[in-house]
Structures are given as structure tokens and as C-alpha cells.
């Protein structure tokens, strides 16, 4: 007879019918080749008993199954029909399979039968008990063993349904498919063989019906996490009352006189005609209970009184959170509306102590660390009022309203922060230091002044900064930089502390293209690009995604490419790569000779990996532009790097800051860890080869 | 938070290609580390949790807690020579 395993095997087979090695099947199934040739073995006979094609094996290429058409329908149906018949299920799964037993089982339960419902030995079920020991532990419920009786849950029935549905949630997710991102993937079991063993299918899609109407007879709209409660809850309630379990215990808080009571009243008159299933009234108040602490897709208009202590309390959470982000978020009319949104039904829940499950919690603690201590520091303040504490999974979904707000701000361009710029004659140097300012910062220059005018017309008003060149006293409070008139990048660090830098403001090509689209038809988009780039002199934002900056392939050029050159030292190498950006007036002579006293006075640590040099300056030591240039030698020079020489590629490469060309940079580092493409780079014929590779590493990094 | 600078004759290139697979080291191991990159003579002066180098560089820098380098770029050859301070500083 075959197994499961035989049949995956199968399986794979029938899909791709071609030779397989013993390798790939033992991959493919999981299994170690040895078990697989035991496998084929019984496949062979089992394929023999249905007088099907056996498999061909041939030495040195493999095994293989080629089937006629009629063939493979017909082993195909049998497979079918075999695993509905003879499933095995995955330890996993079979913890699943048993907590269900449990709670479907009334009375007690004995081993046997669980291990033949499992099809597994009685020690077997055993060790699995342990987890299953564990999955109603976690709802305070024991499992309790009596001689000559067997197994029996001994909990309050409460918890008891809780630790099911917790079991069942993701499988109902599973077969009505909704909201099944939310549940972690798991390779072990298969949520839709469970779903079809576990759950009545029947029962579930009535009951997804049912919603449905009930959402339509109160005129809102609940979103499917909700669906998803209410229908696993009501399923469950469905099955222990089958199995002879009441719900028994007081009700403290009544909520019979709301709207949601009425309609799931109805409600349940319709699933007692149904399935002659009558829920206790305790039982239809955990069901309204669920949909009142629900949160809807669609708010309905609140009445009365409440309004008011909701709107509160939401501006109390946003004015709390903003006096703690670095940010002004308490003017986002959206946030405030979605929190208003969110705080109704979240109150509920609060005061009635209705947990609600997030599964991004872990997500959203990882994501958002310090935010989520903002948050939670605003929740403990407001506790008090309303008299009550914040479970982590709450606060959670805070944390993504406010996390919302902040990505909002981001994509906002800020105001430019005005400057007043002094120096000592307002003329040359102070011209100079606006222009570097305004290239480099989001700021307006508000006015220039010889420090004369500047105590003439002093006090001003409404100036975020003054930058000087010399020492000033001032009356106000304004603060005052002193800077040089030529900023180096040491000032440019300092004041990009308190002013933002222009490269984070830069605008995205795609977006500007798309702009023009909307109004013209381009005839010629590269061109377009091309002119805009040259026109603007600008840098642009390639990808918001990683590093920002220019990409690899747009500070090469077929000009700055050389291959097979013929050099008799690592010095000449590095000069002709020089020369190549030279050339191109990307950098100064004086880059090339700064380049190779690198290599001299720190040594040749430039060789990156085993063949590659890459040479390069200080930004101040001539770079006028970011770019770079490669080269490949005809014969390898050693550059004195015993674990990586001797060189055959050499790519310089230049920028004018620290920051521009990292984009390029994490493209270079692709490239380094990809030898085949350094293959074939080093025996390019033609610098478009070389293009052509760089291109394709560079759509890699995005 | 550990604060690691990465260093290489003139901070622009090695030494940021460095940078950017510790980040990656770091956020293998959950270790909370904010790396930067910087050139030989601006690193004298910095205080930090631990220097990553070259061996050429090594030697001069003194009282600072170090860990050398062979390459600059293989992920796996700067995990040999940096895991074990990363974590004995991180105090995992």
C-alpha cells in the first residue's frame, strides 16, 4: 500500500514528466534519497496493480513517469480519492485533530479511540497529549485522566470554548478565506485538510450568511477580523452545546437593550429552524458582546453624551502622544477622525474587559519600538480616567493610527526655515555662503547683511537662524552659527542637524514624469528624462526604497569604461582609471595623485576581493561630480594585497559628499558578490557588455 | 545602543561598504547597534563601543577596543572576525 509521502512523490512527478535524480525527489519531498528509492519501489508495485505505466528509470539521467493522457487521469483520481480515504496527518496537525476530539467528545475519552480516529499508535497519542495539554492550558483548563474512564476536560465551560475558539479561528479564516494574512504561515499543517476534517462547512457558511443579514438589519458594516470572531464563537457554542455543555455562569453585564441584541435575537431564530440549535441567553450575550466591541468599517453616528467623553479622549491621546514625537501630529484631522473611529468601540471593550486579538502586536512592537513606549505612556495616563487598564494588544493598534499620522508627516515637505545670513561686508563671502546654503539646505534666505546693517536693523523677527562668518552679538534670542564662508563637510553635518538637507527633499523622476504626463503626451521619454536631469542639474531620488542616490548605472558611461588596458604597475593602473573621470571632468588631476597616495600611505587595502581594486579620494581631493570609472587589464598587476591580488578590475570612483553615492556603492557591493558577473566583465569585449551587466545588477538592488 | 564606527583611509567607500553588511550582521543577531563609517584621522578622536579596521590600520589605534578585518565587502569573512566582539559587547 502507499502513503502519503508516495503519493507526493507521485505527484511531483506527474506534474514535471521528466527525468527526476534521486536528489531532487528526496528535495522535493523532504525525505532523505534513500527513502525515496524505497518509495519508488512501492510505487512501482502499487502502479502495477492499476496496470498503469510503470517508472522508467535510466542510469545516469534518473527516473521518470511519462503517462498517456489516460494514464495520468486515471492515476490522478485515484491519488484523489486515496487522500481523502487515507490522510495522515502531521504531528501538528494532529494536536488539532485531538483538541477538537476533546471538545466535540461528550463525556469522557479514551486513548484508543483517539488513536485509531489518528491512525496512529496509543504511545504516539501519548506525546502528542503533552501539547494538546498545553493548548487548553493557556484557558486554565486541564486535561484530568481516570482510571478505566479515560481523558476529560475539567475547566469552566468558558474557558473551555475560548481555548477552542482559539483553535478553530484560523481555520474558519482558512475556508471562508478571509483575513488569512494575519495568521503566521505554518509548513506543518495544512489549514485546509483541517478546516474539511474539523469544521462543518455547512454550519460555518450559514452562519457567514447570518452576519451578513445582521450587518444589513443594523446598518453597519463590520470588518472581517470581526466576522471571523462572531462566526468562530457562534460555531463553537454550536458544538459543545451538541455535545451536551451548557453555558452556565452569571452574566454581570446585560446588553440586551442595543440594537446589535435585537438583530442577533432574530438571528438566532433563524439558525434554531436551521440546525434546531437554541443558544442560551447567556450565549446570545457573548455574541452581541462581540459585535459591540467590534470595530466597523463604517462608523455609525454616536448619540448623546458619549460623543463628548470619546472626543476627549482621543484629543487626550493625540496631545499626549505629540508632546512626545519630535513631531506635530496634533493637527492631522485624519488621525483624529480614525481615532475617533477606533476609541468607540475600543472604550467598549476596555470596561468590559473584551480581549481583542492582534496579530501585527509583534509586528508592530519590532516596527515601531519607540513609538509604541509613546503610546503606552499615554494609554497608563488616561488609565485612570477611564478606569481601566490597556492590554498590550490594544495599545497595539493604537500605536498603527499614530504610526499612520507619522508616515503622513513624512511625505509632507516641511516649511523652509528662514535665514539670515551676516557677514563682515555683506557682499562675496556671505553671497558665497547662501549659495551653499540654499544648494544644500531647504531653507530661505530671508536676507544678507554686512554686520553693520545687521546692528542697524536688529531686532529681527520671525527668523529661525542667523549664520555668520564672524562673531555677532545679539539682543534676541535667535541662535547664531558661526561658519566658515566655504562650508566643509564638518559644518554641513552640524547644520544639517537643524536644518533639512536638500537631498532629502529632492523630487523622484518617476513623479515629475508623471506629472508631465498628465497634461502632455511625451514623445520621447528617455530624452525627456535625459534634458530634465541636464536642465535641472539636480540630483534625483531614483528609489525611495534603499539607499537614496544615484544608481550605479547612472554615474557610468560607455566614455568611463576601458577594457583590456595594458598597465606595468598597480600606480599606472590606478592613473588611467584616474584619467578616465578626468577626462570626463568628473574629477581634478589632483584626484588621481590623491587616489594613489592613498594606497601608499595606508596600503593597499583598496583591493576589495579577490582581483578587484577599487580606488578612490577623499571627496575634498578634486571630486567635482559623483561618477565612476572601470577597467579591465590585460594582464593582472599585484597591488601588494597578498590575500587578493594579483588585479584585473579596476573600478575609481568619486563623489563630492559622503552620502550620494551610497546607493551606487550597495550596487558595486552586488556586483562583488556575484563572480559570475565579474566574469564576464573581465572578459568583456565591448564596454556596452559591461553597461549591460551593470544595468542588470543595479535592477537587482531595487 | 552600540555604537561602532567602521573605518578605511578615507571614510567614503570601504569603509561604508563595511558599514552596510555589519548593519546586516546586527540585525541577524538582533543586536542594536548604530554603525557609521569614517576615515582614519576623524576616527582618532571618536568615542565608541568597538572600531572595526584593517589590519594596516590597526596598530594606531590605541585604548580603543578593536576588531580587524580581512575584507571589506564578504559578509562571511567579517562575520569570522567581528561576531565575537559584536556579541561579547552587545553582552549576548
Not at chain 1, 495539554?133 to 481523558?151: C, D, P
Not at chain 1, 535667535?478 to 536644518?499: H, M
Not at chain 1, 594582464?635 to 551610497?662: M, Q, R, W, Y
Not at chain 1, 546607493?663 to 553597461?691: C, G, N, Q, T
Request: proline content about 2%; some cysteine; charged content about 30%.
Amino acid at each position: 500500500m502507499v502513503d502519503q509521502r508516495c503519493c507526493k512523490l507521485m505527484k511531483a512527478m506527474i506534474k514535471k514528466p521528466e527525468y527526476w535524480t534521486m536528489k531532487m525527489l528526496a528535495e522535493q519531498i523532504g525525505v532523505s534519497q534513500r527513502a525515496v528509492r524505497y518509495d519508488l519501489d512501492r510505487v512501482d508495485e502499487y502502479l502495477k496493480d492499476l496496470d498503469i505505466s510503470l517508472i522508467q528509470r535510466k542510469k545516469g539521467k534518473g527516473v521518470k513517469l511519462s503517462l498517456s493522457a489516460v494514464e495520468r487521469e486515471r492515476l490522478n483520481r485515484e491519488l484523489e480519492r486515496m487522500e481523502r480515504s487515507t490522510y495522515i496527518f502531521t504531528a501538528e496537525e494532529r494536536i488539532y485533530v485531538m483538541v477538537d476530539a476533546f471538545c466535540k467528545t461528550p463525556g469522557f475519552i479514551t486513548l484508543d479511540q483517539v488513536s485509531e480516529s489518528l491512525q496512529v499508535s496509543v504511545s504516539t497519542v501519548k506525546n502528542d497529549l503533552r501539547f494538546v495539554r498545553h493548548v487548553f492550558q493557556q484557558e486554565n483548563v486541564e486535561i484530568k485522566f481516570l482510571q478505566r474512564s479515560g481523558l476529560m476536560l475539567v475547566g469552566s465551560e468558558q474557558n473551555i470554548r475560548s481555548a477552542y475558539v482559539r483553535l478553530i479561528r484560523e481555520l474558519v479564516a482558512e475556508m471562508l478565506k478571509v483575513e488569512k494574512g494575519i495568521f503566521v504561515e505554518k509548513n506543518e499543517i495544512d489549514r485546509k485538510i483541517l478546516a474539511e476534517e474539523i469544521l462543518d462547512e455547512e454550519v460555518i457558511y450559514f452562519l457567514q450568511m447570518l452576519i451578513r443579514s445582521i450587518e444589513q438589519n443594523i446598518g453597519v458594516t463590520y470588518t472581517d477580523l470581526v466576522h471571523l470572531e462572531w462566526i468562530s464563537q457562534v460555531y463553537v457554542a454550536y458544538v459543545r452545546d451538541q455535545a451536551g455543555y451548557m453555558l452556565r455562569y452569571e452574566v454581570t453585564k446585560k446588553h440586551q437593550e442595543s440594537l446589535e441584541y435585537e438583530a442577533i435575537e432574530y438571528a438566532a431564530k433563524i439558525f434554531k429552524e436551521r440546525f434546531g440549535h437554541q443558544w442560551t441567553s447567556n450565549e446570545l450575550n457573548e455574541l452581541v458582546k462581540v459585535l459591540l466591541g467590534a470595530s466597523r468599517s463604517k462608523v455609525q453616528v454616536e448619540n448623546g453624551g458619549n460623543l463628548i467623553f470619546h472626543q476627549l479622549l482621543a484629543r487626550d491621546l493625540i496631545e499626549s502622544v505629540n508632546r512626545d514625537v519630535q513631531v506635530e501630529i496634533a493637527n492631522d484631522q485624519r488621525l483624529y477622525k480614525n481615532l475617533l473611529k477606533h476609541v468607540v468601540p475600543m472604550v467598549y471593550r476596555l470596561r468590559n474587559q473584551i480581549a481583542i486579538d492582534n496579530p501585527l502586536l509583534v509586528q508592530v512592537k519590532r516596527e515601531y519600538r519607540s513609538l509604541y513606549k509613546i503610546v503606552e505612556k499615554a494609554c497608563r495616563a488616561i488609565e485612570i480616567e477611564i478606569d481601566t487598564s490597556f492590554p498590550t494588544e490594544e495599545i497595539g493598534y493604537l500605536v498603527l493610527h499614530f504610526g499612520a499620522a507619522l508616515e503622513r508627516i513624512k511625505k509632507k515637505k516641511p516649511e523652509k526655515k528662514k535665514v539670515l545670513v551676516v557677514c563682515h561686508t555683506g557682499m562675496g563671502t556671505s553671497e558665497l555662503l547662501s549659495a551653499q546654503i540654499q544648494s544644500n539646505f531647504w531653507v530661505e534666505i530671508v536676507g544678507v547683511h554686512s554686520l553693520a546693517s545687521f546692528r542697524r536693523h536688529q531686532p529681527f523677527v520671525g527668523i529661525d537662524y542667523i549664520l555668520s562668518t564672524i562673531p555677532l552679538e545679539s539682543e534676541s534670542e535667535i541662535p547664531i552659527y558661526v561658519v566658515p564662508p566655504i562650508l566643509k563637510d564638518k559644518e554641513i553635518q552640524f547644520l544639517a542637524e537643524r536644518l533639512l538637507r536638500i537631498q532629502d527633499t529632492r523630487v523622484e523622476m518617476a513623479s515629475l514624469i508623471q506629472t508631465i504626463e498628465q497634461s502632455c503626451a511625451i514623445q520621447n521619454k528617455e530624452k525627456l528624462e535625459a534634458d530634465l536631469r541636464q536642465l535641472l542639474e539636480v540630483g534625483f531620488i531614483q528609489t525611495l526604497k534603499k539607499e537614496t542616490g544615484a544608481m550605479l548605472k547612472d554615474i557610468i558611461s560607455l566614455e568611463t569604461v576601458s577594457l583590456q588596458v595594458e598597465v606595468d604597475n598597480w600606480e599606472e593602473a590606478v592613473r588611467k582609471g584616474g584619467k578616465l573621470l578626468e577626462d570626463q571632468g568628473i574629477v581634478s588631476p589632483e584626484y588621481s595623485d590623491a587616489m594613489v597616495e592613498t594606497v601608499k600611505n595606508i596600503g593597499p587595502y583598496i583591493v576589495m576581493e579577490k582581483g578587484i581594486a577599487m580606488p578612490h579620494a577623499r571627496p575634498e581631493r578634486g571630486a567635482k561630480k559623483i561618477g565612476v570609472s572601470i577597467m579591465t587589464l590585460k594582464d593582472p598587476v599585484p597591488f601588494g594585497n597578498e590575500e587578493n591580488d594579483p588585479v584585473f578590475l579596476v573600478i575609481c570612483f568619486a563623489s563630492t559628499d559622503s552620502k550620494s553615492h551610497l546607493r551606487a556603492l550597495s550596487d558595486l557591493m552586488i556586483l562583488f558578490e556575484d563572480p559570475e558577473s565579474i566574469e564576464k566583465i573581465h572578459h568583456a569585449k565591448k564596454a556596452e557588455e559591461v553597461l549591460a551587466i551593470i544595468e542588470e545588477i543595479c535592477e537587482r538592488g531595487e | 545602543m552600540l555604537k561602532i564606527y567602521t573605518v578605511c583611509g578615507n571614510g567614503i567607500g570601504s569603509s561604508i561598504m563595511a558599514k552596510m553588511k555589519i548593519d546586516e550582521i546586527c540585525e541577524d543577531y538582533e543586536i542594536e547597534a548604530d554603525v557609521e563609517s569614517t576615515d582614519f584621522n576623524s576616527a582618532q578622536g571618536k568615542s565608541c563601543d568597538l572600531i572595526v579596521t584593517i589590519k594596516e590600520l590597526a596598530d594606531q589605534f590605541e585604548g580603543k577596543r578593536l576588531a580587524v578585518i580581512r575584507s571589506y565587502t564578504n559578509k562571511r569573512k567579517i562575520k569570522e572576525d567581528i561576531l565575537e566582539d559584536l556579541l561579547e559587547i552587545a553582552g549576548k
